[in-house]
């Protein structure tokens, strides 16, 4: 899969802690993607299964919000995204020094 910026940002955040789920608020919040780019793009994800997705289960009374729809990587989204992020990044050239690098990559 080729990554644009905003794709290698949202797995770059999914890899920080890859059995983590995470919620598209959230990945907004962390990465900068906003949300027209973001959920088409965990649709995608979800389709070719590198993301696996279901709805929190709560009463959303007692916790007073609406329930969230959580995303969590699953095997080949950990593998294959290591692989894209790091394509991603080699592709551009040598990575400054003070850019925090993945484990694996």
């Known amino acids: 899969m080729l990554l644009s910026k905003s794709s290698a940002k949202v797995i770059t955040a999914f ?3 890859p059995t983590q ?3 598209g608020f959230g990945l907004m919040g962390s990465t900068g993607v906003g949300s027209g780019s ?4 965990l649709d995608r994800l979800e389709r070719i299964g590198w993301v696996e997705v279901h709805d929190e289960v709560i009463d ?3 916790e007073g919000r609406p329930k969230r729809r959580l995303y969590r990587l699953t095997g ?3 593998r294959e995204g290591r692989r894209a992020v790091a394509n991603f990044y080699r592709d551009l050239g040598p990575a400054p020094s003070w850019l925090p690098r ?3 990559t």
Do not use: T
């Not at 973001?38 to 793009?41: A, F, W």
């Open 15 to 17: 890899l920080k802690d």
């Open 21 to 23: 789920e995470q919620y």
């Open 38 to 41: 973001l959920y088409p793009l």
């Open 60 to 62: 959303e009374v007692a």
């Open 76 to 78: 080949a989204g950990q």
């Open 102 to 104: 993945l484990e694996g």
